[in-house]
């Protein structure tokens, strides 16, 4: 059973940093690329970030470049996104996703995590 | 950057047929997914490249994608579909999402 399991969310200050966590079992984690999807309280699902399946090609949505990095242990099986300079505005829930290949050029997001808040209040 | 926009609520009753929408520039050219999200709950992929159904999901859901405008139709809505639903994208090796939909089952 594919399953994937964020952590690391909690509540911190603006400027302050935070490390999120997903780990992955029940499928070859290798081979999939990764993203980062949030979701402020009451609001739609924004992506964040992605990364290709041996971590050498990242993308950012501009909302987050040069404040958040994409990184994965592919020996751990396990997710990361480092946050730094947080903002209230980056207050959401978010969700580590899996991206299946379908073929003839269709991906799409196949397993969600559960989600972890992050807060970023004073 | 790619957007799509999708109503902000749709109503069907129960039985019926609900459809919800998702437009962008020349979205007819991408593949379009569909993603139900209830609440406190993470999504659920119900639709993907355009029209097909993961394993699982309920045959009274169905796609359409062409032009500008790909479509998510529900037939013989029932209850327990009443939920925020989403339209993605791929803008190049993006993901670009709608702003959601929120079906009302009344």
């Known amino acids: 059973e594919v399953q994937l399991v964020e952590s690391g969310g909690g509540l911190v200050q603006p400027g302050g940093s935070l490390r999120l966590s997903c780990a992955a079992s029940?499928?070859?984690?290798?081979?999939?690329?990764m993203h980062w999807v949030r979701q402020a309280p009451g609001k739609g699902l924004v992506w964040v970030s992605r990364i290709n399946s041996d971590g050498s090609s990242t993308s950012y949505a501009d909302s987050v470049k040069g404040r958040f990095t994409i990184s994965r242990d592919n020996a751990k099986n396990t997710l990361y996104l480092q946050m730094n300079s947080l903002r209230a505005e980056d207050t959401a829930v978010y969700y580590c996703a899996r991206v299946h290949y379908y073929g003839s050029g269709s991906y799409a997001v196949d397993y969600w995590g559960q989600g972890t808040l992050v807060t970023v209040s004073s | 950057s790619y957007e799509l926009t999708q109503p902000p609520s749709v109503s069907v009753s129960p039985g019926q047929t609900a459809s919800i929408t998702c437009s962008g520039d020349k979205l007819g050219d991408k593949y379009a997914c569909w993603y139900q999200q209830k609440p406190g709950q993470s999504p659920v992929l119900v639709i993907y490249q355009d029209s097909k159904r993961p394993s699982g999901i309920p045959e009274r859901f169905s796609g359409s994608n062409s032009g500008n405008t790909a479509t998510l139709t529900i037939s013989g809505t029932q209850a327990m579909d009443e939920a925020d639903y989403y339209c993605q994208a791929w803008d190049s090796i993006l993901v670009v999402f709608g702003g959601g939909t929120k079906l009302t089952v009344l």
């Open positions: 029940g499928f070859t984690f290798s081979s999939y690329w």
